[in-house]
């Protein structure tokens, strides 16, 4: 079965200083994997896509298979970016289902 | 466009008691999803539809159930609502045609069972 694990619940850093989402997957075929960041009293959204290879609001990813992660990163920190964030792993069935790791509450301090 | 919608956005009920939740969305998406999110577990699948008149159980089906009538429309149901429930509800919608299999969701709804 497939299976994602965020290791830490809760990240704390201060604004300007780098910060590093962890996660990790087990999957037996060719993953695509996503990130999704809910603010405060908002939505879950996407923030980005491993296959588009895109930097969204200075947050890059890049999928390891050889170490099975998925980390999110980005260099300078901004309290804006205080959020819940979750990894997710597409499943190659019906319905385009994903399965979601625990999720990561990562907060900027001033 | 709304986007995904949710009724209601809170309720409380008690042991025993009964509800149903509404999604809606106006994307003409194909399938749709609802899931529980819980502190330290992430969102987990409850149910979802691949189209209009099929369902499908997903990570904890086990005291709902869904019906799915019309396309823009997923509805979950709470037959005998147990303190075990008490989470915030997630639907989402997708469809083929969305850019790489991105899943929108709605607000939310928060539910208390006492």
């Known amino acids: 079965a497939q299976r994602v694990t965020q290791p830490e619940k809760l990240l704390s850093v201060f604004k300007g200083a780098p910060v590093e989402l962890k996660c990790n997957y087990s999957?037996?075929?060719?993953?695509?994997l996503f990130w999704y960041v809910q603010y405060s009293r908002q939505r879950l959204q996407l923030l980005l896509r491993?296959?588009s290879r895109e930097s969204i609001k200075g947050f890059t990813a890049d999928l390891n298979k050889g170490e099975t992660s998925f980390h999110l990163k980005k260099p300078f920190a901004q309290e804006e970016d205080s959020a819940m964030y979750y990894c997710a792993l597409l499943e190659e069935t019906s319905g385009s289902r994903l399965t979601f790791g625990e999720g990561t509450q990562l907060t900027v301090n001033p | 466009n709304a986007g995904v919608t949710q009724t209601p956005k809170f309720r409380v009920l008690k042991t025993g008691q009964s509800m149903t939740l509404l999604c809606a969305q106006d994307?003409?998406?194909?399938?749709m999803y609802w899931y529980r999110q819980d502190p330290g577990m992430g969102l987990r699948l409850i149910h979802y539809s691949v189209g209009e008149g099929t369902t499908a159980k997903g990570e904890v089906p086990d005291g709902y159930n869904v019906s799915r009538l019309k396309k823009q429309n997923f509805l979950l149901g709470l037959e005998s609502a147990a303190p075990s429930q008490t989470s915030v509800y997630f639907c989402a919608s997708s469809s083929l045609g969305a850019p790489m299999n991105t899943q929108y969701f709605g607000p939310g709804t928060r539910l208390t069972v006492l």
């Open positions: 491993h296959i």
């Open positions: 994307m003409n998406h194909e399938y």
């Open positions: 999957y037996s075929g060719s993953p695509e």
